[in-house]
Nanobody
Framework: VQLVESGGGSVEAGGTLTLSCVTS????????MAWFRRVPGGEREGVSC????????YYRPSVKGRFTISRDNVNKRVYLKMDKIRPEDTAIYYC?????????????????????WGQGIQVTVSS
């Protein structure tokens, strides 16, 4: 199983950054996908998730209206487009997968109910 994030880097506040996660080794279409993030010294927190069919997204309140999650079940990829990005969005971002039977997606604090994880990628937002 592999999940590999890309697209991170440095951006000025108010700008746009799009993260990508390429996956392999599991039945992508049977897994809800999510993005988590962790700031130095902080807990890992869920940012956004998306259902297996890509029709049911969920966002944490602080990013709703600014971030957009999407997925490509043919190419087994998930994306996070971050618009109007803020300094407080600075973190390491992780792609994660959760085996789902029911439609929808969710995440518990820390994401311990997600089975597969990427290595993470740094996003730094300057003011």
């Amino acid at each position: 199983v592999q999940l590999v994030e890309s697209g991170g880097g440095s951006v000025e506040a108010g700008g746009t950054l799009t993260l990508s996660c390429v996956t392999s080794g599991f039945a992508f279409e049977d897994y809800a996908m999510a993005w988590f993030r962790r700031v130095p010294g902080g807990e890992r927190e869920g940012v956004s998730c998306i259902s297996t069919n890509g029709l049911v997204p969920y966002y944490r309140p602080s990013v709703k209206g600014r971030f957009t999650i999407s997925r490509d079940n043919v190419n087994k990829r998930v994306y996070l487009k971050m618009d109007k990005i803020r300094p407080e969005d600075t973190a390491i971002y992780y792609c994660a997968a959760q085996r789902r039977v029911l439609l929808g997606c969710s995440f518990t604090p820390g994401g311990n109910d997600y089975q597969y994880w990427g290595q993470g990628i740094q996003v730094t937002v300057s003011s």
